[in-house]
């Protein structure tokens, strides 16, 4: 809402008198037109709001490329571990998210539990070293899991992606972490 001075301007004008140069007359009418702080920034305080929640949201409606083929599906995988070797959990489960046909927020939960765990874990078992892909095992042509190795400095973590092909892409079916080192070596 804009104030203004009563007067020769009439209401509702943003104006004031302008103070007299030397040497000028003084004329009633001379105004110099001023707005207020508010009148700048008003309009922009107003969009900022909207104009960010749209900017957090475009990464979530971009088109992320369908995952047509198994080696689309390991290649996921092989971001997710570039990721998880990083710390970067959040990240690593932000790439599966748009192929997992799960419902945002338990994801979300998901990744809150994994980090707090790993937090907890993280004397444990050591820093990250890296990674290393184990194998990969296929039930027919619809369904493919790949089995990961996270090196951590005083003991490995398996890491397991599973994906199930339904009418022409691949989704995320499953993706879990564990201690159980012993299976790594079963077929």
Request: charged share 20%; net charge positive; with cysteine.
């Given at each position: ?65 369908p ?15 570039k990721?998880?070797a ?9 790439l ?8 945002s ?22 820093p990250?070293l ?11 042509d ?46």
């Open positions: 809402m804009r104030r203004g001075l009563l007067g020769a301007a009439g209401p509702g004008r943003n104006c004031a008198p302008s103070a007299p140069r030397a040497g000028a007359s003084v004329r009633p009418l001379n105004f110099t037109v001023r707005r207020h702080f508010e009148d700048y920034y008003m309009p922009f305080t107003k969009l900022l709001g909207p104009t960010l929640a749209l900017l957090l949201a475009l990464p979530c409606n971009a088109a992320t490329a995952l047509q083929t198994k080696q689309d599906a390991h290649a996921l995988a092989e971001s997710v571990m990721l998880v990083a710390d970067k959990i959040d990240d690593a489960f932000g599966l998210k748009p192929y997992w046909p799960m419902a927020s338990e994801l979300d939960m998901l990744v809150m539990k994994t980090v707090t765990l790993r937090n907890t874990v993280g004397d444990r078992f050591g990250t890296g990674y290393a892909f184990v194998r990969e095992d296929a039930v027919g619809f369904l493919v899991r790949y089995t990961y190795v996270e090196k951590r400095s005083k003991h490995p973590l398996r890491w397991t992606f599973t994906f199930y092909r339904g009418a022409s892409q691949w989704t995320v079916d499953a993706a879990s972490w564990d201690d159980k080192v012993s299976e790594l070596f079963s077929p």
